[in-house]
């Protein structure tokens, strides 16, 4: 089975375990897809099309980059959660850490502060990046 099938399956029965009406056959009609279509997708012997994987993502609450296996994070990440993401790792480049040396022994509002600012620079970094 390949890892599509295997998330999609596990995704399935994760929901299935706190409701029984989580079967394959209402997945599909969820979806907008025949049950036998479904049924090929949780056994790895056809692929669904990119618009059925992000609704499969949507109803499953997982990302799609999660069933497609190029994350090993099932959640969907928020934009808040992508800039902590993001600053926690400057906090912990090699490079950035000389300017940041003293952040850990900081006051809570200082560190507060250091982190607002980061987020604020990696988002200007990205629009810079857009134009």
């Known amino acids: 089975m390949n890892i599509f099938a295997s998330r999609l399956k596990k995704a399935r029965e994760e929901f299935k375990k706190n409701d029984s ?13 025949a049950r036998s279509s479904y049924t090929s997708y949780e056994n790895g012997s056809k692929q669904p099309p990119l618009e059925t994987v992000n609704k499969l993502a949507d109803l499953l609450e997982v990302s799609a980059d999660y069933l497609l296996g190029r994350t090993d994070t099932e959640s969907i990440e928020t934009e808040e959660q992508r800039l902590e993401r993001k600053v926690d790792e400057a906090l912990m480049d090699p490079e950035t850490e000389v300017f940041l040396k003293d952040y850990l022994s900081a006051p809570e509002k200082k560190r507060e502060d250091v982190r607002n600012y980061l987020k604020f620079l990696i988002q200007q970094e990205e ?3 857009n134009k």
């Open 127 to 129: 629009l810079d990046k």
């Open 21 to 33: 009406r989580w079967t394959q056959e209402f997945v599909s009609k969820k979806i907008g897809v």
